[in-house]
């Protein structure tokens, strides 16, 4: 007999009841996904298997006492990266939170590192309790307004398409890419075309969206109107409902879950901010909030297990029956969704809200140092006068789109310089994966800061180090700080840093906790404040302003874009 | 660009209407397997593939003045050598019936002929306008009791699984094997641990159904109890409800499907007698039957289109959509569900009743002639008389089970010959795929033959040459006809032919069209009540009088099987 053959052996054993199961759940009412009852079960578990249905002989046996038995969560469409946290720390953070497997797009990180950030990803979320399973991202660079870490062509995305645990193409966000047949994004196409392929195409409809689904993509998350949802669906895509930090859709989309249609759904969140998971949490914060919009909790539970395990093809995922693995979670109630303990394997993975996984750092040797870029220096932020007037970007509350102002430059010695009597600060992106020293100089409104400065190597989608200030000097402090810590957050003044948040991790991500992290997300966003800005998400809205894929105007290091245009644009007028 | 990005960039551009679409369907109303919904319609095909909803340009317009368009069904499970036709004349009775695909398990011949028989069915089945995948028959041979024409072995299995249209492994009969870890069916399900696998256990419950399902078993479809189904259902098993020309088990089996379940159920075949199929269709006899027991006509579609697609992993079959495959029943009404036209792969193959492509005829040359036996003679058909009471089979009319009956032995010059005045008929079993010799010799009750005989090469699971009669000599010209046809069902009587429906193909299948096949099975009929049958179908009986796996008493070419003890038995008591 091979391995293979005596573990499912004993396994057979165990599920005739001629060998003792490891655990025996007794007392418990289980979610069916099959069936979307509950009924009263008593589940055996053996080898991190569940091996049966009703009463056998087990080494431990819990007595759940009424508590729910629900299939452990999956997320659907997360990108890790949005979570600050290394795979390591986040598997930390939503075990207890009942998420037991998630499907991520490690769209960041490539941007950043290309292939090898991709690697980095995979080789760092193996054996972590969590389930990880990868997306390969479709749309590396997002644009070419921008100067990127790296490339995936089609020929890096078929090796990416041998791991086993990349099930498909990540998010095709190029829609117009596919609709008019754009040959790289054939080759991409063609090297995953027996693969699942996700989609992203916001308010696509009729004729195209008809040209995307030949292409075949089979999913959207990037549904926002019901409507909208209502003709992918039945034009035959998976819809991926999203609730998360950011953008958040169950208020609109919660009317498509009928019974008939609710085989079709699945719920995601695409993002989790750290302050989210530790404060609401991951899945299960979705699930109660499927509850609010009017979904009972058993078909929110469907659609965050089995729907999603069917649609990837995980066999063994999503469900609590015989010859599925052992990944549950207890209940307290399907009135609550509050998650009691948690069960990897059948290995109990956390229990009250505790994750009792030991702690495992993300090594430093194995981190990515992507800060290619020299000491930044103030001359380099110089701006020289070419004219009375510029374009300055407006910053917007909320959104992640902005406006374009024509201002009065404020002159000093000749240089076009920050004045926050009228909230105009200079703004910058500095290309720091090739050490080209490229640059892009602008001015941005909204702000509000008084004095100081602050800078973030997250910035999308390619995550040069971005900046902003009163002062050229705290511009230079914040950004050689990044440099130093292989980028992060911070938050400067009167040259001296106030606030930090590091991101060893290719400049998107810590390795320390969830807490640690919330913490200093929490410390910099004061600092923030207290320079002055009177937005609530400074970091956030900052690592927004370099996308050059959502209208108005944007700064690159390439320099300004007029995205509507689709061009780039002087600063000066 | 390569062939294939070509090919897709055309079908895109015909989605976006920037080139005539083939066929655009006007007026119908579409049966939305995703939204469970009838809505109006306007569906476009291009080469081969639904590429949008709504008007475009197209070079053909079918107005279908409010006809359905439904996805081509799908039977998830069938044996076509049921049918006693080969597949090429299979596919020209079942597409005007509406069927586009089927997934087969091809056990009969590979009982007969291993797997060059499914190499055959693989070869004839290809661009037949029916789409055929295939499972690989998991239990060949059925039994040690009996000399079947060939093994598959778990190493044959393995060369199966490559082939691009087989799917899985077929239904795993022998369900003790697994539950008690056999190391040969182990061997097997090693080999299809990452592919679907069918399951096949009658009544099978409890702590030995778990096991089955942890060997990775998937499916059932031979429920025929609701309970036993909804055991199987609550356990993670998708439910394939039979409704098959011998086996029905719609009546008991739909209650099962209600809104919440019916993503688990699908409709199957699993037989389709060549009568059945002319004189009431196939699939959509399944769903007129479906209806008559209250499952609403589109749920019923679902369950024989969307849902065998999904379990089978077919990604672009089972529904209407940009990017499916352009698989479509025109029916005219969801209350008649009589089909008008049938269109696969975007080309009309079927109208009111008649295919519409050109008659193939499967060569001769590669058919399995595979009676390897001696010419038969008198003598050994001769029993010696051994006591003065021997143990006789008792046929049972529409039942596979058998009795066992202790009668007198009639006695002619040593001999114990038949008796038709109490009805008590000489039966053989005769080997005939090894040249071996082998037979078994035994008796029958409840036939009623009054002269002449009747002999089959269809006999379940092996095969063998299957003979019954008053005479020995009209039953050896049955024999040695059936030896030069190459095997099929033949009447003789006073040394001449009466009838005959030859089966070259393995001797289980004919080269003919289904309405030749279908005479022919009445003439063979005829002649056997004109010979003073009392059955209604007395070659079927015959066929299932050599199967060792359903009780009583059976007969192998090895001899009597008394088949509750599972071991030989002797003639003479």
Known sequence: MTEWQERLAARLEAARGDRPADLLFRGGNLVNVFTGELDAATIAVYDGMVVGFGERRADEIVDLGGAILSPGFIDGHVHLESSLLAPVEFARAVLPQGTTTVVADPHEIANVAGILGVQFMLDTSEAIGLEVFFMAPSCVPATPMETAGAELTAADLKVLARHPRVLGLAEMMNFPGVVHGDPAVLDKLEVYQDRIIDGHAPLLSGAQLDAYLCGGISSDHECTLLEEAREKLAKGMHIMIREGSHSRDLHALAPLVTARA???????????????????????????????????????????????????????????????????????????????????????????????????????????????????????????????????????????????????????????????????????????HQGSGRKGLGFVEGFGLKKGALASTVAHDSHNLVLVGVDDSDMVTAANRLRELGGGLVAVSDGEVRAQLPLPVAGLMSAASLEEVVAQTREVNQAALSLGSVLEHPFMVLSFLALPVIPKLKLTDRGLVDVERFAPVELFV
Chains 1, 2 share one sequence.
């Open 262 to 432: 609710a085989h079709r759904c699945m719920l995601v969140s695409d993002d989790c901010h750290p302050e989210t998971l530790l404060e609401h949490g991951h899945m299960n914060r979705i699930l109660k909030r499927a509850a609010d919009f009017g979904i009972d909790a058993i078909t929110a539970i469907q659609l965050a297990t089995h729907n999603t395990a069917r649609y990837f093809g995980l066999r063994s995922l999503g469900a609590i029956a015989p010859g599925y693995q052992a990944d549950i979670v207890i209940l307290r109630s399907l009135e609550s969704l509050q998650v009691v303990r948690v069960y990897k394997k059948g290995k109990l993975v956390a229990e009250e809200g505790e994750c009792l996984l030991p702690k495992r750092i993300t090594e430093a040797k194995t981190q990515l140092l992507t800060m290619n870029l020299e000491e930044v220096t103030e001359e380099e932020l110089h701006i020289p006068v070419q004219g009375q007037r510029l374009r300055a970007i407006r910053a917007v509350p909320k959104t992640l789109i902005t406006g374009e102002e024509i201002v009065e430059v404020k002159d000093h010695l000749g240089r076009a310089v920050s004045d926050p009597e009228r909230d105009l600060l200079k703004l910058a992106v500095i290309e720091r």
